[in-house]
């Protein structure tokens, strides 16, 4: 067996209406002073209502964060440091989508009394050092499993995105809690939960980290998203779907951040960062057409995926059959969710494909775990094929 290293969040909490216990989890902790890290959807949905009350109950001081926008750029994650320095905060709670948890990492991680680094010192891979704020993760999106992995992605220039990627990134509690996603828009359901499942599949398929661990949580994670992303894009109210999706979410989050993701994900990137288009719905557009170019080499791979994916409509076959029946699949998700299927669709000028393509090739560190090598002009011919 090849060696493998695994690591995740310390402790996962996965019951519905268990955010209204949050204060309490901060004091087991030992906190007096929280900061809350979010958006400015999640406290106009209301969200935190019934969170907030706990901590006055509780005997803790807390101050919310809100202005956490999608895709953050360094100026929001250094507001919300300078923050929770003014606050001298204790503990960090990132509850939100992947953009808030991804926040609150790095402001654990700079606002530490001991931290004598600033942003720009930490990105990329192992550079961050020395000690972090207890982090707890609420992710109110069924998408990026940001809750388990050691990865916060900030925005850095106009079209730019670089990670900071370190085990001190990994939080120390997940609490997993459908009532806090019941309200979340099909649109929003649809794109995060193929960000999931994309998780799922390219962790199966990675080249030089996958492991026995990721695929037992991959395949597990594909089963639960693919089973009921179609009830909660329709039936958003379904609470046990609701649930299932937060640990499918977190399951593949488990899985890649140990085996990580690759092509797909380099090549949805240029999207988010040039158009503003969601990541997940980034994902969802490039999706078939990626797993389409890989098929020549990872098609005994997604053979063993279509089952968990189709269930009982998968037909027979070889494994170039299955592997087909998979990805129409998949692009059927997006399109029974309502989402656009095709670039042109979502807003992308066609005399940007190239510089798509070149600022793909940008993502090496993803690149390097295809299972097929991707050049520039494959890159190109790719997005060509999803406009
Ligand atoms: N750290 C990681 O491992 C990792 C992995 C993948 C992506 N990411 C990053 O995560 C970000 C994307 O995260 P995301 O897809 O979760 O979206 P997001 O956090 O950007 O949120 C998208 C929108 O959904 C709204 N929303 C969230 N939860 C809601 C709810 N329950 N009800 C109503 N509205 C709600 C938010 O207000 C926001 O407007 C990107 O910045 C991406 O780069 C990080
Ligand atoms: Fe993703």
Not at 47 to 75: H, I, K, N, S, W
Not at 139 to 155: D, K, L, M, Q
Not at 212 to 236: F, I, K, M, Q, Y
Not at 302 to 314: I, T
Request: with cysteine.
């Amino acid at each position: 067996m090849q060696p493998f290293s695994f690591a995740t969040t310390a402790q996962i909490l996965c019951e519905s209406g268990s955010a209204v216990r949050l204060a309490e989890l901060c004091r087991e902790r030992g906190a007096q002073r929280v900061l809350l890290v979010t958006d400015p959807g999640i406290t106009h949905f209301g969200l935190l209502d019934e969170v907030l009350p706990g901590f006055a109950a509780a005997g803790l001081t807390v101050a919310v964060y809100d202005r956490v926008q999608a895709d953050p750029p360094e100026a929001i994650v250094l507001e919300a440091v300078a923050l929770a320095r003014t606050l001298d905060a204790e503990l960090v709670v990132g509850f939100g989508g992947g953009s808030s948890m991804d926040v609150a990492k790095l402001v654990a991680l700079l606002a530490h009394p001991e931290c004598r680094q600033g942003l720009a010192d930490i990105y990329g891979v192992g550079n961050a050092r020395g000690r972090r704020l207890p982090l707890l993760q609420v992710p109110t999106t069924a998408g990026t499993g940001s809750e388990v992995t050691p990865i916060a992605i900030v925005t850095t220039g106009e079209t730019t995105k670089m990670g900071v990627v370190s085990p001190l990134l990994l939080p120390d509690l997940a609490l997993l809690d459908a009532d806090l996603t019941l309200g979340l828009p099909a649109a929003v359901t649809a794109a995060t939960g193929i960000d999931a499942m994309v998780h799922a599949i390219e962790a199966y398929t990675s080249k030089l980290k996958k492991n026995p661990l990721s695929d037992l949580l991959a395949r597990e994670a594909l089963r639960l998203l693919a089973g009921n992303l179609d009830t909660v894009v329709h039936n958003g109210r379904n609470r046990e779907a609701r649930q299932a999706m937060l640990l499918g979410a977190c399951l593949a989050g488990q899985a890649f951040a140990n085996a990580p993701v690759a092509a797909v994900h380099a090549l949805a990137y240029p999207l988010g960062g040039h158009f503003h288009i969601p990541h997940g719905l980034s994902n969802a557009l490039v999706l078939p057409h990626v797993l389409g170019f890989n098929a020549e080499v990872a098609a005994p791979l997604y053979a063993e995926l279509a089952p968990l994916v189709l269930g009982s409509k998968l037909k027979p076959g070889s494994d170039a059959q299955l592997t087909e029946q998979l990805i129409l699949e998949l692009a059927d998700f997006s399109a029974r969710s309502g989402l656009p299927t095709r670039l042109r669709e979502a807003g992308v000028p066609q005399d940007m494909l190239g510089k798509l393509a070149s600022d793909a090739m940008l993502q090496q560190r993803l690149l390097v775990n295809n299972p097929r090598e991707v050049s520039e002009a494959q890159a190109l011919a790719i997005y060509q094929a999803a406009y």
